[in-house]
Every structure is written in structure tokens, then in C-alpha cells.
């Protein structure tokens, strides 16, 4: 089955809490068993935003170039695509669609880290959760993946209910189904994202009844690992792809951003 799959979701050291080069994460695709893969590297944000967790944009050339060095050194055994994971955050809109312009990519994955100023998924600030009401967290954070939907600039939303992955789960639902709406509206897909199962929560994202909610919609679903190693790449891919077809889902990747599938 992993022969059919694509990893759509992984990091390079250039993101500064990445390990193993652009080669490594290819030939641990091509060990795996895998068809092809495509990095999508944190991107390059306005210098206040995030720094020591992306790259910069004195980087993303480098990046782009080491991307294409593995294409053509992989060509005819790997499909190497080229991506990013892009952040949505108001305000930051312009400077993003500036760097999805600046470059031809295969797939950009939309993601919300921040609400306000607070990293929620950073293990340095998880202490912030207890002074949340989740209702009032998790609202305000689907309210966001439904502006990055709206956006127009991203091809997937990634890890959907990422607010859960220290165990805060949502205790309601209505917004995360508001935010499903949305994506559909928008013809994007979802991140199937397995890093979820190596965090706290132990559950992928999104959770098999998002993923059923967004089957019932007709969203597509891209499968991604979300490796900062080598090692993590197409982790637990046999038991995803397994989750999506046992509720009829299907899954998809990008080229030059066209969905495939």
C-alpha cells in the first residue's frame, strides 16, 4: 500500500528544530517504500513573527535550490515536490501571498500556530491552558482556520484540531464543523497529519470524527507526517490511509498546486 503514498508533510533543518538534510528525508521515503514526497518547510514570516521556529527569508532560496537538487538526484526512483507550510495569522496575508508568488510550488499547506500572541502548541507555553476557557479557545481557533480557508491562499489546512495535542480537547464541536463548512466552500483539502499519534493526545489530526464530518463534505485528505527526522517520515502511514478508506475518504497530493487524485 505505501508504494500508492505520498508524504506531504516535512521539515528541513533550515527551520531551526529540524534534524537530517533534504537527502535524508528522501532516501528514508525511498527505504519506506514510499512514491514520492514533498517538503513543506516552515516559511519565512515578517521578523517579529515566530523567528526561531522557520526560516528566514534569506533562506528560502536555499531552500528551493536543495529541493531541487534532491528532485534531480531522486529522479526516476522518488517524486520530490516542492512546498511550504505557511502560516495564516491577520495582518500577515500580503507577505505570504508574496512569497507563494515568488516561487513555483507544488502545494502549500495553510496552518494556524498563533491565537493572538500565544504559541499554543509550543510545549513552552502549554501552561497558558489553564488559564483558557477551551470553549472560548477552541471558537476563537476555528474562527481562525476558517479566515485561512477564506483566504485563497493555501491548498490544505493543516492539523486541523492541533489545540488538542497536550490533552485539551474540544468540549463542544460546532465550530470545528462551522470550520469543515469552510474548507469545503473553499474546494481546499485536510492534513492528515500522523504526528498527532507521537504527542500527548495520541491521536492523529484531525480525529476520526472530523475525518468523518469532512468525508460527509467532500474533502480530500493529503497524508503527511509532519517529520522534523529522518526517521519520522511516512510514520504510521499504513494505519492512516486504513482510517481514511474505512469512512470513504479519499486521499490526494499536489503538483504545481492542482490537486491529484
Known amino acids: 500500500m505505501l508504494s500508492r503514498l505520498f508524504d506531504s508533510h516535512l521539515h528541513t533543518p533550515l527551520c531551526g528544530h529540524a534534524t537530517g538534510t533534504p537527502r535524508e528525508y528522501a532516501q528514508a521515503a525511498l527505504d519506506t517504500g514510499l512514491v514520492g514526497l514533498c517538503f513543506t518547510d516552515h516559511c519565512p514570516m515578517p521578523a517579529w513573527y515566530d523567528a526561531p521556529w522557520r526560516m528566514r527569508l534569506d533562506q528560502l532560496r536555499e531552500y528551493v ?36 508568488n515568488a516561487h513555483d510550488w507544488d502545494y502549500v499547506i495553510g496552518s494556524v500556530h498563533y491565537i493572538g500572541a500565544w504559541g499554543f502548541d509550543n510545549p513552552e507555553f502549554v501552561a497558558e491552558y489553564e488559564a483558557r476557557d477551551l470553549a472560548g479557545l477552541y471558537g476563537d481557533y476555528y474562527a ?3 479566515g ?17 495535542k497536550f490533552g485539551h480537547r474540544d468540549p463542544g464541536g460546532a465550530a470545528a464543523l462551522r470550520a469543515l463548512d469552510a474548507v469545503a466552500e473553499a474546494g481546499l483539502s485536510l492534513d492528515f497529519n500522523t504526528a498527532g499519534w ?12 472530523l475525518v468523518a464530518e469532512a468525508v460527509k463534505r467532500g474533502i480530500g485528505f493529503v497524508l503527511g507526517s509532519d517529520a522534523h527526522q529522518p526517521g519520522e ?5 499504513a494505519e492512516a490511509a486504513a482510517l481514511i478508506a474505512g469512512v470513504g475518504g479519499q486521499i490526494v497530493t499536489y503538483v504545481g498546486r492542482v490537486r491529484q487524485g
Open 65 to 100: 535550490d536543495e529541493v531541487r537538487a534532491v528532485q534531480a538526484e531522486f529522479a526516476g526512483r522518488l517524486d520530490v515536490r516542492l512546498g511550504l507550510e505557511a502560516d495564516f495569522h491577520p495582518g500577515t496575508e500580503r507577505f505570504v501571498e508574496g512569497l507563494l
Open 198 to 209: 507521537r504527542k500527548p493526545v495520541a491521536e492523529a489530526y484531525p480525529s476520526p470524527d
Open 233 to 237: 517520515v511516512g510514520y504510521r502511514f
Open 148 to 164: 485561512a480557508a477564506r483566504s485563497g491562499l493555501f491548498d490544505s489546512i493543516g492539523h486541523l484540531d492541533l489545540p488538542k
Open 144 to 146: 481562525l482556520i476558517e
